[in-house]
C-alpha cells in the first residue's frame, strides 16, 4: 500500500450527491481500495478523507474523494483528519513510503526520514493496515486484509518463479491479467523488482497510477507536489 494515484480534474464542479461519484471514481482509479490496494468487485465506497460529518463543506467536493473497502472504511470511521498529518495516495509518491516483506507484511520503509516515516506510520494506523495477527490491535474476524497481502505476495513469487522458467509474452499477459483481478500492485511491483518489462506492464494495466511518480525508466521518484 499504497499504489500512487491520479484522479485526473474532477468530471464536474460540484457533485448533487457524493455516491454519484462512485462511477467517476472507479473509471479513473478502477475498482481498488485506495488504501489497502484489493480489488473490490462490489461494496467498494466514495471516501471523504475527511469525514463528511466533521466537513460537511467538503462533501461533495473530488479533491476529497478516494475509493475505500468496508475495513478500511470502518478503521478510518470519522476520525478527524489533519491532512498533512499523513500520506496520501492521490497527493503522495506512497509507493515510497512502505516496503513489503516476505508473507505479505507491510511497514514504513526503512529509508524514511523521521518526520515522514511518522506519517506513514499514521497513514497505516489510521485504515488500520497495521492490524496483523498478533499485534497490539489484531484485525477483527471480518478484517482479512492482512491474509490477502499474504496471499497475494504467495501468488506474485509463484508467478516470478514460472515466469523464470517459461518466459513469453502470454505469461506476461497472463500474468498481468492476474493482477489487475486481484489487487495489490505494490505487492505485484515489488515482486517483479528486478523485470522493468514487468513493471511497466503493471503500471500500464493498473487504471490511474500516477505517471509522475516514476522516472523515465520506470524508478520512483519524489511526486511533484507530494510530501515524498
Ligand atoms: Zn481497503
Redo the contacts with the bound molecule.
Sequence with gaps: MMRPVDKGAAPVAMYANYATALPDLEQRLGRY??????Y?ATNLAVEHVQAKSLVPALALTWSNFLL??V???SCKGHSPVTVADYLWPDCDNTLRAFEYRTGGVVAPHPALAAPVRAKAEASAAL?GLDRVPGAATPPTQSDL?WLKRFETWRKANDALRRLSQNDTVELREQIVDTAIATGLFSIWWTVFAADGNMRARLRAAFVGTCSNSFDASGNLQARPGGQL
Aim: charged share 20%.
Design positions: 481500495c485506495s488504501y489497502c490496494e484489493r473490490i475505500a473497502c475495513n478500511c472504511n485504515v486484509r
